[in-house]
């Protein structure tokens, strides 16, 4: 700590952050994408039923949901240095895992893997938090935003590393749908390394130095939880922020989560099997794109328009997306577009709720709000994937789509409500 109070030039110091954190989510972002286009037809083979296609995707988001706090308390601690790195090196086991259950076809194992997988996206969006540290209030918006674009390559790229994959696992004399994992594995071992090398000074550290030492909010260490609920129900404004990033991730989710299967359904008869995974992958990986390519324009709009109505925007872009694949499920085009625009909704609400959390919010609340946030963000994205199966069997895809449209509408109504009353 010592290290960081002799920094001369904060802004020098963030551009520094925005490229070591940028740089290391590019690679970070395989493991996630390779599992959200392989996790549902994984999980139907191996257990054998297809009540279980959810499953893979609840265990991933639960693994990001039940790790948020336990990594904020980590950055309190000791900093975010070793907090990513600690996630990081999780998910890494978590990737062994998944080969390893592919391998012996044992779906617990599956599960498990999942799970630690899960730990990435957590460090993922304790990331976009770690670049607001030492962001000017006037580019909060644009610096988290470009951490979260940078994941676009990785992320996209997760989705397609099937057929290179493949050709890898013929190479390594394994199973061939592994073979993603093993090159998931090395892009956030190289993730890991560049933020244990290169993300220095510690950027929460150094915001704790230039603010004197300020301590943080009393019985964060004890109640972990209930002193993050507690910073954010005391702020209507934070309410609000909290509301739009669950329900975005929520119906964000659910609806992406039920989508490979309900195309592998359409297309049964239609095309070979290796077709329909390769549709699948395409698709997925454009919604990955909705969701991070676009997201500097987002930051952009949340600086110049401000959070609240860029977050309003965003809801109102899931709403659009979800009425196209409610009202089109058996256009495969209509469906794509509606997973484009599902990503570029929550990219807008995400990017807005999140810098509009950051802004209500003392630097000595933020961290343990922070985690609060992504921890309630990432368990409504296992609810709504665990729920999203038994929907989808009994309303069907449309049915689904039609309730995650009122999820939607209802949080903006909340969030407006929530502002007016802040004012």
């Known amino acids: 700590m010592a290290n960081t109070a002799t920094v001369p030039d904060v802004r020098s110091v963030q551009r520094r952050i925005v490229r070591a954190l940028s740089v290391a989510q590019i690679f970070s972002g395989l493991g996630t994408g390779a599992t959200l286009a392989l996790g549902s037809i994984l999980a139907v083979d191996l257990s054998g039923s297809e009540a279980w296609a959810g499953s893979v995707n609840t265990a991933l988001t639960l693994g990001t949901a039940l790790t948020a706090i336990p990594l904020s308390q980590l950055a309190l601690a000791r900093g975010r240095r070793v907090s990513l790195t600690t996630g990081l090196t999780a998910a890494i086991a978590g990737t062994a895992l ?47 935003s470009l951490v979260v674009w940078a994941i676009t390559i990785g992320a996209v790229a ?122 699948i992958g395409f698709t997925i990986s454009l919604h ?65 709720g999140s810098t509009l959390l950051v802004s209500a919010l003392t630097p000595a609340q933020r961290v343990p709000a922070q985690g609060f946030s992504d921890a309630t963000m990432s368990l409504a994205g296992a609810i709504g994937s665990a729920v999203a199966g038994p929907i989808m069997g009994l309303i069907g895809y449309p049915g689904l789509s039609a309730l995650s449209a009122v999820v939607a509408a209802a949080a903006a109504l909340a969030l407006l409500r929530l502002k007016a009353r802040s004012q």
């Open 288 to 352: 990955i794109a909705g969701m991070y390519a676009l997201s500097p324009v987002m930051g952009w709009l949340t600086d110049r328009l401000g959070p609240a109505p860029t977050v309003v925007v965003g809801m109102a872009i899931l709403f659009a997306a979800v009425a196209l694949t409610g009202l089109f499920p058996g256009h495969m085009g209509a469906v794509t577009a509606g997973l484009i625009l599902l990503g570029l909704g929550w990219s807008a609400a995400t990017v807005a």
């Open 98 to 144: 998944m080969i390893a259950a592919v391998s012996t076809g044992l779906f617990a194992v599956l599960l498990a893997g999942a799970f630690l997988v899960g730990v990435a996206s957590a460090v993922n969006l304790q990331a976009r938090f770690a670049v607001t540290d030492l962001a000017d209030p006037a580019r909060r918006g644009r610096d988290l």
């Open 158 to 279: 997760g989705p397609n590393l099937v057929g290179p994959g493949a050709a890898l696992a013929g190479w390594l004399a394994i199973p061939a749908q592994t073979g993603p994992f093993v090159i998931s594995a090395a892009g956030m071992i190289i993730g890991a390394v560049i933020i244990a090398l290169f993300l220095r000074p510690d950027p929460l550290l150094t915001r704790r130095v230039l603010d004197g030492d300020q301590a943080q909010e009393p019985g964060v260490r004890s109640r972990p939880w209930r002193a993050g609920w507690q910073i954010v129900r005391a702020h209507p404004t934070a309410r609000g922020a909290l509301i739009a990033v669950i329900a975005a991730h929520a119906v964000m989710v659910a609806v992406m989560s039920m989508t490979p299967v309900h195309m592998q359904h359409h297309a049964a008869g239609a095309a070979e099997h290796s077709d329909t995974i390769a549709l």
